[in-house]
């Protein structure tokens, strides 16, 4: 049996703030941009993995969530309480360097990590933190 990832999801406030983010700053491709129920999704994904997704969907993608609890969960968006993800690189500086020149919220500058990886982090236009991680040694 094997078992694959094949989509992650991301919450977002803004789809045409996000858009350029991912698309320009971090150069994922669009793949999909669909809207239902007042709602929308855009799928975006490394060119280099056709067959993992990430899926920028509203903050609580749920057609019979409640409005307390699509306010709470805007809340914690707003804050930058919601996970994002973490992304692997082959260079983590040269990563924070282009995504600090494109004016993005820095959270953790490149540094060595006594768990094996040298990462960095920034928030998103929405709030996410998104780390980008490279094997030491490599």
Partial sequence: MDINLSQCF??????D???????????LEVR????????RWVTVGAPSQPDVDIVLE??????????ADREAVADLL?????????????????????IRAAGGEVVQEPIDQPYGVRD??????????L???QARGR
């Fill in 58 to 67: 509203p903050p609580l993608a749920h057609p019979n969530a409640s409005a």
């Fill in 32 to 39: 999909g941009d669909v809207g239902a129920h007042g709602m």
């Fill in 131 to 133: 780390r980008f991680s």
């Fill in 120 to 129: 960095c982090a920034f928030r998103d236009p929405a709030g996410n933190m």
């Fill in 10 to 15: 991301i919450a977002v406030d803004d789809h």
């Fill in 78 to 98: 707003a804050k930058g309480l919601l996970r994002g993800v973490v992304f692997r690189t082959d260079d983590c500086d040269a990563v924070f360097e282009r």
């Fill in 17 to 27: 703030a996000a858009i350029p983010f991912y698309r320009d700053v971090l150069g």
